[in-house]
Nanobody, 124 residues
Framework: QVQLEESGGGLVQAGGSLRLSCAASGRTFSLYGQGWFRQAPGKEREFVAAIDWSGVIIKYADSVKGRFTISRDNTKNTIYLQMNSLQPEDTAVYYC?????????????????WGQGTQVTVSS
């Protein structure tokens, strides 16, 4: 089993930045692809970004491209989401996800492991 724990959420003004972290524990050697999803109030959970084990293959949702950066430090079993130029529409609970297959996953139902989520609120 793998446990994922997010941190770094909070309240920020529009135009500000936050850095989310997701620390993995347990069978971390089996974790390959990881990603970030978010769920705004009254909306379905949506894909934000994904990264493969090597950190070379990366995908972003169009809505965050150019503003968010996903990265990972395998020595710390941690992935990050640097979020710049935040807007009120970025307000959501952000979830970290992990999968044991090689490559990256863009769909929610392709991930086996999920964190509890961390709230990001952007005020206008």
């Amino acid at each position: 089993q793998v446990q994922l724990e997010e941190s770094g959420g909070g309240l920020v003004q529009a135009g500000g930045s936050l850095r989310l972290s997701c620390a993995a524990s347990g069978r971390t050697f089996s974790l390959y692809g990881q990603g970030w999803f978010r769920q705004a109030p009254g909306k379905e959970r949506e894909f934000v970004a994904a990264i493969d084990w090597s950190g070379v293959i990366i995908k972003y949702a169009d809505s965050v491209k150019g503003r968010f950066t996903i990265s990972r430090d395998n020595t710390k079993n941690t992935i990050y989401l640097q979020m710049n130029s935040l807007q009120p529409e970025d307000t959501a609970v952000y979830y970290c996800a992990g999968d044991e297959r090689v490559g990256i996953r863009l769909r929610e139902n392709e991930y086996n492991y999920w964190g509890q989520g961390t709230q990001v609120t952007v005020s206008s």
